[in-house]
């Protein structure tokens, strides 16, 4: 059973920063591609970023030049560093990780609230 665990949210004011940290344990071999995606309240769940085995990364346009996604591939861990933060970036955020063996698993998700 693979289970992702995320940690780092808070309280922040705007234009703050907040470091988020996922990890991923139990049977994790071949993690693929790991990512964070967002849900604000009465919104969908939303795409942050994402970050293939091989670095390779991909944000979303509100996202892009704030954001900064990584990954520990020893560790079986993704971070997400958020900078200049704005009352929109509230939700809470998920990880998740997907592998050809174990399909795609989700994390329970950790909150993100940014004050004006």
């Known amino acids: 059973q693979v289970q992702l665990v995320e940690s780092g949210g808070g309280l922040v004011q705007a234009g703050g920063s907040l470091r988020l940290s996922c990890a991923a344990s139990?049977?994790?071999?071949?993690?693929?591609?790991m990512g964070w995606y967002r849900q604000a309240p009465g919104k969908a769940r939303e795409l942050v970023a994402t970050?293939?085995?091989?670095?390779?990364?991909n944000y979303a346009d509100s996202a892009q030049g704030r954001f900064t996604i990584s990954r520990d591939n020893a560790k079986n861990a993704v971070y997400l560093q958020m900078t200049s933060l704005k009352p929109e970036d509230t939700g809470v955020y998920y990880c998740?990780?997907?592998?050809?063996?174990?399909?795609?698993?989700w994390g329970q998700g950790t909150q993100v609230t940014v004050s004006s």
């Open positions: 139990g049977s994790v071999f071949g993690i693929r591609t």
């Open positions: 970050i293939a085995r091989s670095g390779e990364t």
């Open positions: 998740n990780g997907d592998s050809d063996y174990w399909g795609t698993r």
